[in-house]
């Protein structure tokens, strides 16, 4: 009885998730415009590792960059440790190693590159909830 109720729960969120995901296609303007905002976002973090490499010396070609944030992107949203922390720094040496980065010099940009991240982040969260006051939510 519990595995057929856990089945029939399963399906019924399956049938959910089909539906919303169905009203994705009534709204293809707002699909485009968030497409374009990632690939915005994205842009805007190989931007910002680029000016960290940099601001530890390293010089890294931007299209190597560009390959290896996103990569190191997708492996962060595995679970495997608390924020990705390690895992981002583990990508970015086996695809920048080829490059003549070595893992000092990815140390080196983690302890940059983070603060500046999440500064960055915090700059947006207040421009959000300042948003967010002057509409009344």
């Known amino acids: 009885a519990d595995a057929l109720s ?16 169905r009203s994705y296609r009534r ?8 497409f374009f ?42 679970p495997m440790t608390i ?9 970015l040496l086996a695809v920048l190693g080829a490059y003549g980065v070595g893992a000092s010099d990815i140390v ?3 302890i940059i590159n983070y603060p ?3 500064a960055t982040a915090l700059i947006g969260a207040g421009a959000f909830l300042g948003a967010r006051r002057r509409r009344g939510g």
Request: with cysteine.
């Open 83 to 91: 924020g990705g922390l390690g895992v981002r720094e583990a990508v």
């Open 37 to 78: 905002l990632s690939v915005f976002e994205i842009g805007c973090f190989v931007g910002l590792a680029v000016v960290t490499f940099e601001a530890v010396g390293v010089s890294v070609p931007f299209a190597a960059v560009g390959v290896a944030i996103p990569v190191s992107i997708v492996a962060t949203s595995i």
């Open 116 to 118: 500046a991240a999440w």
């Open 27 to 34: 709204h293809p303007a707002d699909l485009t415009t968030v």
């Open 108 to 110: 080196a940009w983690a």
């Open 6 to 21: 856990g089945a029939a729960r399963f399906g019924e969120r399956l049938l959910r998730f089909r539906e919303s995901f």
